[in-house]
């Protein structure tokens, strides 16, 4: 007898928002595969019914991709094709999915990704930042110390940062960000992309961060972070200045963490900093 021709494991985008941003050919391919892995399914499934698609719907999400993953594999491998979904946007992008994809991968199950809705890139070219590029650092860790060794790793990044974050947390991660990169770096908080109450708020760290603080509003909905990247210096050979800098901080600081600043204040790189003043100390 022979074997059934492998199904294709789909990748399908759905709306951050807007239910009309979903496009024809997501559409076509939930209608057309045998079954659909959603994050949530009760809330993919009122999705999916908008759109009057009926096709079996199971759950995959975090607490579950690598028990199911070797089943849904099983499926695809008896020819049966099946679509991934998240609550919202690009699937794999800070959601389930990554583990399935790579041992699809790894089984030599076809794999699709479609194009479609990403906050990431959405927040980004309405942002008015730089985006000829850009880091994407996910959610922010919810501790406090965490959140903060994780922002002072960044405090050289010449490019954007994009950050996801959560509305119970906005207000602890704008005064993190306003102690870690001070009030004048350029901020743009998007919210609620592609809804009624979509929003920009744009300015230095200060201004959003007291902008979100005077209007609970502010504080509601999904929410999308991007930091302007550290400033770089013309004369990049110029250390001098930069080096007195750190000199001067060194009476307060550790020497990485006086580094660190001083390579943002002067547009140095860190490490290059780093080096000569620890050669110069054990000079």
């Known amino acids: 007898m022979a074997q059934p021709a492998v199904g294709t494991l789909y990748i399908v985008p759905t709306p951050i928002g807007n239910l009309a941003d979903i496009s024809e050919r997501a559409l076509a391919v939930l209608r057309e595969v045998n079954a659909i892995a959603a994050e949530d399914t009760r809330h993919s499934g009122q999705l999916l019914q908008h759109y009057g698609i009926r096709n079996e719907l199971f759950a995959l999400h975090e607490h579950n991709e690598r028990q199911r993953t070797a ?3 099983e499926r695809l491998q008896q020819g049966q094709s099946l679509a991934l979904i998240s609550d919202a946007g690009t699937p794999l ?3 389930p999915g990554y583990v399935l994809v790579q ?3 790894a089984a030599g199950v076809p794999v699709v990704a479609l194009p479609g809705p990403c906050a990431i890139t959405t927040a980004l070219s309405g942002a008015g930042l730089a985006t000829d590029r850009f880091t994407f650092e996910g959610f922010l860790p919810a501790k406090g110390q965490q959140r903060r060794k994780t922002l002072n790793a960044l405090l050289a990044e010449p490019r954007t940062m994009v950050f996801y974050e959560s509305p119970h947390r906005i207000v602890d991660a704008l005064a993190d960000l ?3 990169f001070g009030a004048e770096r350029s ?7 592609t809804k009624q109450f ?3 708020l744009s300015g230095t760290i200060a201004e959003v961060e007291a902008a979100v603080l005077a209007d ?3 504080q509601r909905g999904e929410m999308v972070l991007m930091l302007a990247g550290a400033p770089q210096s013309t004369n990049s050979d110029d250390t001098g200045p930069a080096l007195a800098t750190l000199q001067l901080l060194r009476r307060e600081l550790p020497l990485k963490k006086a580094a660190a600043l001083a390579a943002e204040i002067h547009g140095q790189r860190k490490n290059t900093l780093y080096q000569l003043a620890l050669e110069a100390e054990n000079e």
């Not at 901020?187 to 992309?193: D, F, G, Q, S």
């Open 93 to 95: 992008i800070s959601d």
């Open 103 to 105: 041992q699809c991968r």
């Open 198 to 200: 979509e929003t920009y």
């Open 71 to 73: 089943h849904v594999i």
């Open 178 to 180: 306003h102690a870690t």
């Open 216 to 218: 609970s509003n502010q």
């Open 187 to 193: 901020l743009v908080l998007a919210r609620e992309l």
